[in-house]
T-cell receptor, first 116, second 115 residues
Framework: GAVVSQHPSRVICKSGTSVKIECRSL??????MFWYRQFPKQSLMLMAT?????????EQGVEKDKFLINHASLTLSTLTVTSAHPEDSSFYIC????????????FGQGTRLTVV | AQTVTQSQPEMSVQEAETVTLSCTYD???????LFWYKQPPSRQMILVIR??????QNATENRFSVNFQKAAKSFSLKISDSQLGDAAMYFC????????????FGKGTHLIIQP
């Protein structure tokens, strides 16, 4: 159990276009979802936290108008990179948690975004 | 803000031997959680072990154990009987119990297993 699926696993888009990444909890209801960004050979950086039905909370330095997060249901959160630029190219990973803070959050397999 | 430091960018160990990965953190909080995650080449994040700060007993999971020193803010991971499948990036992570949600990660240690 506790499977989190991200789609797509890889995406290439042109500069100026928008791209949407989906994060689904397949066998549990995710009350809280997290979006991370990982640069090559670097650590994961938390971008934002979202609770179902509420606006996402963005970390300092993350542009909320550029990285739109929607958590409209208990099994789906989406990250939309708007007006993508080459510097947005990165590995994006989501994680999802069912309950309170002391419960485990499970990670999706990540999405490799390349902006050309 | 909390910070997590992993001072070993890369470690190498012979198969079947034991290796210890270091992690220190900085926080003013008293209640928090600490984690070790494994990231193999597939990039899938896998939870290896977790420790609640209020527990004095060190967590263990089969061949994996931690040495949690709360006063020193140290949280090292020991891997016993290393196996080829243990080769991966290992990230130490911190999560507050009351403050900001989400994980704060260290920069990672690349673990190489020598056959």
């Amino acid at each position: 159990g506790a499977v989190v699926s991200q789609h797509p696993s890889r995406v290439i888009c042109k500069s100026g276009t928008s791209v949407k990444i989906e994060c689904r909890s397949l066998d549990f209801q995710a009350t809280t979802m997290f979006w991370y960004r990982q640069f090559p050979k670097q650590s994961l950086m938390l971008m934002a936290t979202s609770n179902e039905g509420s606006k996402a909370t963005y970390e300092q330095g993350v542009e909320k108008d550029k990285f739109l997060i929607n958590h409209a249901s208990l099994t789906l959160s989406t990250l939309t990179v708007t007006s993508a630029h080459p510097e947005d190219s990165s590995f994006y990973i989501c994680s999802a948690r069912q309950g309170a803070r002391n419960t485990e959050a499970f990670f999706g397999q990540g999405t490799r975004l390349t902006v050309v | 803000a909390q910070t997590v430091t992993q001072s070993q960018p890369e470690m190498s160990v012979q198969e079947a031997e034991t290796v210890t990965l270091s992690c220190t953190y900085d926080t003013s909080e008293s209640d928090y959680y600490l984690f070790w995650y494994k990231q193999p080449p597939s990039r899938q994040m896998i939870l290896v072990i977790r420790q609640e700060a209020y527990k004095q007993q060190n967590a263990t999971e089969n061949r994996f154990s931690v040495n949690f020193q709360k006063a020193a803010k140290s949280f090292s991971l020991k891997i016993s009987d290393s196996q080829l499948g243990d080769a991966a990036m290992y990230f130490c992570a911190y999560r507050s119990d009351r403050g900001a949600d989400g994980l704060t990660f260290g920069k990672g240690t690349h673990l190489i297993i020598q056959p």
